[in-house]
């Protein structure tokens, strides 16, 4: 079993930046891989960034060049940092992590970004 719990949400106007953290329980060695995942109302539930054992990331297209995912794991969390925010980031943010074929989802944390 792994818990992730958010934090660093919050709201912000275009052009600026946030830094969101993903704490996880148990050793980040074990943890095959951790991700962010956005949901704007009325929308699915979008990849934003993902990163493996490795350290190795990837980005989806609408977030390269803004987002940087890295991860700290003496600290076991990874984080997000978010530049040049756009009102289209405007979505709750979830952390993933998966370990031995199981997926856990953190409870999200509201992203804003305005005008």
């Known amino acids: 079993q792994v818990q992730v719990v958010e934090s660093g949400g919050g709201s912000v106007q275009a052009g600026g930046s946030l830094r969101l953290a993903c704490a996880a329980s148990?050793?980040?060695?074990?943890?095959?891989?951790m991700a962010w995942y956005r949901q704007a109302p009325g929308k699915q539930r979008d990849l934003v960034a993902s990163?493996?054992?490795?350290?190795?990331?990837n980005y989806a297209d609408f977030v390269k060049g803004r987002f940087t995912i890295s991860k700290d794991n003496a600290k076991n969390t990874m984080y997000l940092q978010m530049n040049s925010l756009i009102p289209e980031d405007t979505a709750v943010y979830y952390c993933?992590?998966?370990?031995?074929?199981?997926?856990?989802w953190g409870q999200g944390t509201q992203v804003t970004v305005s005008s």
């Open positions: 993933t992590a998966t370990k031995s074929g199981n997926t856990y």
């Open positions: 148990g050793s980040f060695f074990t943890i095959l891989s």
């Open positions: 990163i493996n054992a490795g350290g190795s990331a």
